[in-house]
């Protein structure tokens, strides 16, 4: 049996492709009229400097798919290729090859942006001997969500949590409204029972102790660097074992220049927003071919 990253999508997303056609076509479509319905095909170009990751299959696929265009593809979801590289081939009416260009190619470029970012954060991390998790954010795109999270999976990240209600998530503004970390910890699990994770950001040493005396079950280590970073997990590592389980994450300010003194294992977690926020995107290009 062969997995599918397709199979992880909900039945909703093929709304969300409709919704892009809605935003950039909401009236009439004129470079349609002018090019007809001849059928072309047209050859999918990676393009770009470096290698690349390639991500967001489905989605691309779908757009043409609901203009009853077909797309024929050449490598696998996944895949890293060189530019140039023939990706894939769509065959269709021209309006409609056209009419589904640019809304295809910026999903495509973003996706496989994050999935090339994602993996090479990876990469690195592992080279450094980093043997936790990697993970992105929630500072993803309004109504973009699904495509960034789906590209972190494909980049081989861990996307982290999906939304207010897959994990509980209490960081500083919520523990000031609550008064302090183990009040808001108890409301917290008087509401959200035993199947959700909690993971509190804390800023010190004695909120991380604080934290996990409540019974949290990730305590993020929120800007903590360096040796106070690897000192504070150690700590507090030794002074609960045997009597809590919990993770330790770090977050805040990760970068590729920095990663090697964060990426330590003493921490389970490492979640930074570099795989998604301004993440450079591979240019691809879909040209129509002239017939023989």
């Given at each position: 049996?062969?997995?599918?990253?397709?199979?992880?999508?909900?039945?909703?997303?093929?709304?969300?492709?409709?919704?892009?056609?809605?935003?950039?076509?909401?009236?009439?479509?004129?470079?349609?009229?002018?090019?007809?319905?001849?059928?072309?095909?047209?050859?999918?170009?990676?393009?770009?400097?470096?290698?690349?990751?390639?991500?967001?299959?489905?989605?691309f696929t779908e757009v043409f798919a609901q203009l009853g265009c077909e797309v024929e593809w050449h490598l696998q979801e996944?895949?890293?290729?060189?530019?140039?590289?023939?990706?894939?081939?769509?065959?269709?009416?021209?309006?409609?090859?056209?009419?589904?260009?640019?809304?295809?190619?910026?999903?495509?470029?973003?996706?496989?942006?994050?999935?090339?970012?994602?993996?090479?954060?990876?990469?690195?991390?592992?080279?450094?001997?980093?043997?936790?998790?990697?993970?992105?954010?929630?500072?993803?795109?309004?109504?973009?969500?699904?495509?960034?999270?789906?590209?972190?999976?494909?980049?081989?990240?861990?996307?982290?949590?999906?939304?207010?209600?897959?994990?509980?998530?209490?960081?500083?503004?919520?523990?000031?409204?609550?008064?302090?970390?183990?009040?808001?910890?108890?409301?917290?699990?008087?509401?959200?029972?035993?199947?959700?994770?909690?993971?509190?950001?804390?800023?010190?040493?004695?909120?991380?102790?604080?934290?996990?005396e409540a019974g949290a079950d990730i305590i993020m280590l929120d800007n903590m660097e360096g040796e106070h970073l690897v000192?504070?997990?150690?700590?507090?590592?030794?002074?609960?074992?045997?009597?809590?389980?919990?993770?330790?994450?770090?977050?805040?300010?990760?970068?590729?220049?920095?990663?090697?003194?964060?990426?330590?294992n003493d921490i389970d977690i490492l979640s930074t927003s570099v795989v998604h926020q301004s993440v450079q995107h591979i240019?691809?290009?879909?040209?129509?071919?002239?017939?023989?």
């Open positions: 049996m062969t997995n599918s990253y397709e199979h992880l999508l909900p039945p909703s997303w093929k709304a969300q492709v409709a919704g892009w056609f809605a935003e950039d076509t909401p009236s009439f479509d004129y470079g349609g009229y002018v090019v007809g319905e001849v059928h072309r095909e047209a050859f999918l170009f990676g393009k770009g400097k470096h290698t690349a990751v390639l991500a967001g299959r489905p989605f996944g895949d890293t290729f060189e530019p140039v590289k023939h990706v894939a081939t769509v065959r269709g009416k021209a309006r409609h090859i056209l009419l589904g260009e640019r809304i295809a190619l910026n999903m495509l470029a973003r996706c496989s942006g994050i999935a090339t970012k994602s993996k090479r954060i990876k990469d690195l991390a592992v080279g450094y001997g980093y043997k936790g998790i990697i993970a992105g954010t929630r500072k993803t795109t309004p109504g973009f969500r699904l495509v960034e999270k789906y590209g972190m999976i494909v980049g081989g990240i861990d996307p982290h949590r999906h939304d207010l209600s897959s994990m509980i998530m209490l960081k500083d503004n919520h523990i000031w409204s609550s008064g302090s970390i183990t009040a808001a910890i108890q409301q917290a699990r008087a509401v959200g029972g035993f199947s959700l994770l909690l993971d509190v950001e804390v800023g010190s040493e004695a909120e991380a102790d604080e934290a996990i000192s504070v997990a150690r700590k507090l590592k030794e002074k609960w074992a045997g009597k809590r389980k919990f993770l330790f994450e770090t977050s805040g300010n990760i970068t590729e220049s920095n990663l090697q003194e964060r990426a330590v240019d691809f290009s879909l040209k129509i071919q002239m017939p023989n």
